[in-house]
């Protein structure tokens, strides 16, 4: 996320991160450049073999696979 926020600064480029849960039939889109350092939530996951994941609030998964793909300009809020 320091990377994207790096980029963003210079040279004014977004990062978003698309996460597909295929389980619950979601994806999720989250700007990585507009974290804070301090406001990342890592958790550790046994069903990874105990890796450390970033938790992703519920309110990114802004697209459910059974609705139409949103498009460019509905996911500009992100």
């Not at 926020?5 to 989250?30: K, P, Y």
């Amino acid at each position: 996320m320091r990377e994207a926020r790096r980029i963003f600064q210079e040279h004014s480029i977004q990062t978003t991160c698309i996460h597909f849960d295929i389980f619950n039939g979601q994806a999720a889109l989250v700007r990585l450049d507009s974290i804070e350092d301090n406001d990342v939530n890592w958790v550790t996951r046994q069903q990874m073999e105990g890796q450390s994941v970033f938790s992703i609030d519920q309110n990114y998964f802004r697209w459910r696979f059974l609705d139409p793909v949103p498009s460019l300009e509905e996911t500009e809020g992100i």
